[in-house]
């Protein structure tokens, strides 16, 4: 007879892996539907124009225009169909200029020295330009209402030791993981509120500890994986929201199933503990 309450668990166990397999496996179908669409692709031909910026650039086009979001060179505008505005004056970055040259050795020999200078250019922001509008993803918010399931993250979240902090978030990320402390934009309906503390508490399970080097999309797809599973369990469907969301961060389902193990682990610790008062009330 005592056999039976673990064997019960176990049947639990196993039926609630086979949900989140079943779970991911739609979500996977749903980011590779994004990646596919004559839409995304559009906005990957668009976005490969756009340069990747040095951290020091990067800082430098923040401190002469906070609100820039898009920046590209004159000519780069140009081909994308947009015109620099009369009047607009450039963000100054620093530019590579690599070099080369053959130099004739004391031997007789000749040699290659190569090296690299930086010389000031300007670019601008798509705010200071002109012109169609670019490609875009729309990636909406959960409007729906969760009240309990958010509660519930929320003591979650403190039974781990991790204080969430509800403020507005004016722009970026609707939350932020801060390895012990949660911020989250309460700006938005609580649906998405939950889905966003789902996404910084995979973070803060996965991503602080050393697990070994890992990207930032490979980060994204997995908390964003995790937030959809936990909240499909709990009557919330984000799909729209995450598929094309990790679709942006250049998820598609063969890293999703990569990660797999990792995803549905986390999302399954998440549940039960959620899940815990119902299990004391139910012994009660």
């Not at 450039?90 to 010389?119: H, L, N, S, V």
């Not at 722009?171 to 801060?178: I, T, Y």
Request: net charge negative; with cysteine; proline share 4%.
């Amino acid at each position: 007879m005592a056999s039976l309450p673990h064997a019960s668990g176990k049947d639990k166990a196993k039926a609630l892996r086979q949900r989140i397999d079943a779970s991911l496996d739609g979500l996977a179908q749903a980011v590779d539907d994004v990646r596919a669409s004559e839409t995304f692709r559009q906005f990957l031909d668009v976005q490969a124009r756009f340069h990747k910026y040095s951290w020091h650039n990067t800082l430098l086009i923040c401190m002469q225009r906070p609100d820039a979001t898009q920046v590209a060179g004159y000519r780069t505008w140009q081909k994308l169909g947009r015109q620099v505005c009369k009047g607009e004056g450039g963000i100054m970055i620093f530019a590579p200029c690599p070099w080369k040259r053959e130099k004739e050795t004391d031997t007789g020999e000749t040699e290659t020295e190569q090296g690299i200078y930086f010389k000031a250019v300007h670019v601008f922001d798509v705010g200071q330009t002109d012109g169609p509008d670019l490609p875009t993803v729309d990636v909406p918010t959960v409007d729906a209402r969760a009240d309990d399931l958010l509660a519930n993250l929320i003591r979650v979240a403190e039974s781990r030791g991790i204080a969430v902090n509800f403020r507005p978030i004016s722009s970026g990320p609707f939350g932020a993981s801060k390895h012990g402390s949660i911020d989250v934009d309460n700006s938005h309906a609580t649906g998405q509120q939950a889905k966003t503390l789902s996404h910084e508490l995979a973070h803060e399970a996965l991503h602080w500890e050393d697990r070994g080097p890992f990207t930032r999309s490979l980060a994204e797809l997995e908390a964003e994986s995790v937030a959809y599973v936990v909240c499909l369990h709990f009557g919330l469907n984000t799909e729209v929201r995450s598929s094309r969301y990790i679709a942006l961060w250049d998820g598609d389902s063969k890293a999703l199933r990569a990660s797999l193990e990792c995803i549905a682990n986390t999302a399954r610790d998440i549940i039960d503990d959620v899940e815990v008062p119902d299990a004391r009330k139910a012994v009660a």
